[in-house]
């Protein structure tokens, strides 16, 4: 458990570098499962200054963490990580087992 910790801790760091303004907030919703034998993911983010929202695009470097994460965590089950980060430095993890409604999108297809 402290190893997943120890990578939770890294990820966010990366992902703060790559807000460039200023920042109140930073808020990632990644969905990632395996859609015809291929790991897809659908990131959806950006950051909030005074209720302003801006979003960026994640780099390959965190999205690889992302799946880093995914293949540490137990039975790889979570689908949906909802990742935010306060200006005062408080974060929180909040991961999914449910389906993902972006990423279903596509097995409809």
Request: some cysteine; hydrophobic content about 35%.
């Amino acid at each position: 458990m402290e190893f997943v910790r120890e990578k939770q801790e890294e990820l966010l760091q990366d992902v703060v570098d790559l807000v460039e303004d200023d920042w109140n907030e930073i808020v990632i919703d990644l969905e990632i499962d395996d859609i015809d034998g291929e790991r897809v993911m659908s990131p959806d983010s950006y950051s909030v200054l005074d209720g302003e929202e801006a979003e960026f695009s994640l780099s390959i470097k965190v999205t690889d963490k992302f799946e880093q994460l995914k293949d540490l965590s137990q039975g790889g089950g979570w689908k949906t990580c909802h990742l935010v980060i306060k200006e005062s430095g408080d974060f929180e993890y909040t991961y999914s087992y449910e389906n993902t409604p972006r990423l279903d999108k596509l097995r409809a297809r």
